[in-house]
């Protein structure tokens, strides 16, 4: 596929999206929520890749929602919005809570400004490495709004609720230390990519299949009861266990050899 708003790359099993508007500041408008939601759609059905970065170009990874191209056509708006329940996520939603559904880790490595749903966005990341010089904000109170493209799915499990209050009521653009303190990202780096794909090729020696059950469980039992934790957990042992790919672990650990695994199992 050929993407118009997005730079799409790969190596050795890891794929880069790349939010491509530099000349915008990657502001989002309609056609990179769709090609957004695509690729991590697709990206969900390969058993094949091993981690994903998201990022952005140009030194900056979103300045938010590009305003006004959305609000200047309703059909738009009424696009990004639209639901058949109001459990489902829309397409505003998707584009944050899709990367929490690939049964690898997403890694989002963020620079310059990262503001409204930008932020969103890199919430459904499952580790956020920014640059000291970073600008983060949950802006959407500034344009009397309330976040609404999933991104709090992951805020109410990395902050409080008091912090995540002051940053959604306030709409405050936050520096890179900062973000780390509240507990909004995992890491501040000089080279932020390099330190994503430094983590890359640690992934990228384990078992698909276990990094795929630990990113499912994990999500799927976080705020969960101990129970379901539990039953869980199990559950996933025993397929890991009767896995191809549990054997060749097994192997790598006792000779000391880099034998390929194969493809991630179909049912995570």
């Known amino acids: 596929m050929t993407w118009n708003k997005l730079d799409v790359t790969e190596h050795k099993g890891v794929v880069t999206v790349a939010l491509n508007r530099p000349e915008k500041l990657n502001a989002i408008d309609k056609e990179m929520f769709d090609e957004l939601d695509t690729i991590s759609k697709q990206l969900r059905k390969?058993?094949?890749?091993?981690?994903?970065?998201?990022?952005?170009?140009?030194?900056?990874?979103?300045?938010?929602?590009?305003?006004?191209?959305?609000?200047?056509?309703?059909?738009?708006?009424?696009?990004?919005?639209?639901?058949?329940?109001?459990?489902?996520?829309?397409?505003?939603?998707?584009?944050?809570?899709?990367?929490?559904?690939?049964?690898?880790?997403?890694?989002?490595?963020?620079?310059?400004?990262?503001?409204?749903?930008?932020?969103?966005?890199?919430?459904?990341?499952?580790?956020?490495?920014?640059?000291?010089?970073?600008?983060?904000?949950?802006?959407?109170?500034?344009?009397?709004?309330?976040?609404?493209?999933?991104?709090?799915?992951?805020?109410?499990?990395?902050?409080?609720?008091?912090?995540?209050?002051?940053?959604?009521?306030?709409?405050?653009?936050?520096?890179?230390?900062?973000?780390?303190?509240?507990?909004?990202?995992?890491?501040?780096?000089?080279?932020?990519?390099?330190?994503?794909?430094?983590l890359c090729a640690k992934i990228t020696k384990a078992s698909p299949d276990a990094i795929a059950a630990i990113k499912h469980t994990t999500n799927r039992c976080w705020v969960s009861s101990e129970r379901s934790l539990l039953a869980k957990e199990t559950f996933s042992q025993i397929r890991l266990l009767l896995g191809k790919n549990f054997s060749i672990a097994v192997k790598r650990q006792r000779t000391s050899t880099d034998i390929e695994y194969k493809d991630r199992q179909s049912f995570w």
């Open 46 to 198: 390969r058993k094949d890749i091993r981690a994903v970065i998201l990022t952005g170009n140009g030194g900056t990874f979103s300045s938010g929602i590009d305003i006004k191209s959305i609000v200047s056509d309703k059909s738009k708006v009424l696009n990004l919005l639209a639901k058949l329940l109001p459990g489902n996520a829309n397409l505003a939603q998707r584009v944050s809570r899709n990367w929490r559904m690939i049964p690898v880790p997403v890694i989002a490595v963020i620079e310059g400004r990262c503001y409204g749903g930008g932020l969103q966005i890199v919430m459904g990341a499952d580790i956020r490495i920014v640059a000291p010089s970073t600008e983060l904000s949950i802006m959407e109170v500034r344009w009397g709004l309330v976040p609404d493209m999933g991104g709090l799915l992951a805020l109410r499990e990395v902050v409080s609720k008091d912090v995540a209050l002051k940053l959604t009521l306030t709409g405050d653009i936050i520096t890179a230390e900062k973000a780390l303190e509240f507990g909004v990202v995992t890491e501040v780096s000089e080279q932020p990519m390099q330190a994503a794909q430094d």
